[in-house]
């Protein structure tokens, strides 16, 4: 029943829950930020998060802008930040390190390990390169522990288990608190979940997928296997790589500062996923025009729409937003109120379809098992004829 002055309960509350609760929702109520609770686990993060990928050599050298940046999300709310130990080279871990001293326990620190160097074994999820892995990364954090330690990617080459029992190992001595995945196919969360149930081990709790207008791919797979088992979702890429800043159109020429830009300095590999000669990269420069119409229509601008339109499915916990700039997060965060109503949604539907991708190389991984090897059998040889 309501209260008994006649006003009713909060949409978020009921008299069941604790004072300390109630507390909480009002605090969040005071800040431009939503908060939202990552799968099961209790914990609380804010609806945008940060991520560091442009802190160092990657994007932004400037450390001191970096830290103003830090400094202007946790004070906008923004309680969650990510980065990993690739990223710059580790220069990302030691921006933000150096960032956080004195206030460690303001902010959910998310890392994750990566390829670091050519040695074999300073790659993929072995036991060996995961302790290796979290020991680096906590003294370029400067902190005993973090909270969120996600795979960067699959490693087919690894038992699933060596994995899981080095990070449980980790949660028990209290380096993590959490594990995380990220970019994993929707089939390697459910054998992490059930190796972890039948194990005794701790569990993945949260999978970090790319996702965006132009990439929606996870709503097919990944989301109801994380709804289903319990994970929360923090999404990268929620601008798929800049394509939804709306800077880039056809006609006109790529300015020097965007990523497509920068990307012919990032090598081969780094900078294929940009090729305007791309079939995909070229239907999004054609598909940029009709979102640009939506986003008009609804009194947006394209960037604060296409990052609300991923806080807009319920699997979603957090979008990290990855500026490169403090003049970028501050436009960033103030599209922390926006809500889609479902005309627009509905509209961005008809341009891009559910569950679909417009550019494969936005799938942020290549599936090994998808390799041309891989997809034939050798007939080299000749068959074997039991008798």
């Not at 030691?94 to 050519?118: C, F, P």
């Not at 294929?272 to 009194?299: F, I, M, S, T």
């Amino acid at each position: 029943m309501p209260p008994h002055d006649g006003t009713a309960w909060p949409h978020n509350w009921a008299p069941t829950q604790s004072v300390a609760h109630a507390l909480d929702i009002v605090r969040d109520s005071l800040s431009p930020v939503e908060y939202r609770t990552l799968g099961r686990t209790g914990l609380r993060l804010s609806a945008y998060g940060l991520g560091g990928m442009m802190f160092g050599s990657w994007g932004n050298p400037d450390a001191d802008e970096c830290t103003r940046m830090i400094d202007l999300a946790i004070e906008s709310g923004i309680n969650f930040i990510d980065t990993a130990d690739t990223y710059g080279s580790g220069e990302s871990e030691e921006i933000i390190g150096k960032a956080l001293l004195g206030r460690r326990d303001e902010v959910v620190l998310a890392s994750m390990y990566s390829s670091m160097g050519k040695e074999r074994n300073e790659r993929g999820n072995s036991r060996l390169w995961i302790l290796r892995g979290v020991e680096a990364s906590l003294r370029r954090l400067q902190t005993d522990h973090i909270d969120i330690y996600q795979l960067h990617r699959p490693d087919p080459m690894t038992d699933i288990e060596e994995t899981l029992t080095a990070l449980d190992d980790l949660v028990h001595q209290g380096k993590i608190r959490y594990i995380g995945t990220s970019t994993y196919p929707a089939w390697e969360l459910v054998e992490a979940y059930w190796v972890s149930e039948r194990r005794g081990l701790a569990r993945v709790v949260c999978e970090q997928t790319p996702y965006s207008i132009f990439a929606r791919e996870p709503e097919r797979d990944v989301f109801p296997v994380t709804q289903r088992y319990g994970m929360g979702v923090l999404v990268w890429s929620p601008l798929a790589g800049g394509w939804l800043t709306g800077k880039y159109q056809r006609g006109r020429p790529i300015p020097e500062d965007s990523r497509i830009a920068r990307a012919a300095t990032w090598g081969p590999k780094g900078a294929a996923r940009y090729h305007l000669d791309r079939p995909g990269n070229q239907r999004k420069l054609d598909l940029l025009d009709k979102l640009a119409k939506v986003a008009e229509q609804a009194g947006l601008s394209l960037t604060h729409m296409a990052v609300a339109f991923t806080l807009v499915h319920p699997a979603v916990t957090t979008t990290i937003l990855g500026p490169r700039t403090y003049e970028q997060l501050k436009d960033l965060i103030g599209g922390a109120i926006i809500r889609l109503d479902p005309d627009t949604l509905d509209a961005i539907d008809r341009i891009v379809s559910p569950g679909t991708i417009v550019e494969r190389a936005d799938r942020g991984w290549n599936p090994p098992w998808m390799a041309r090897r891989a997809r034939r059998r050798d007939m080299s040889m000749p068959p074997r004829v039991q008798i």
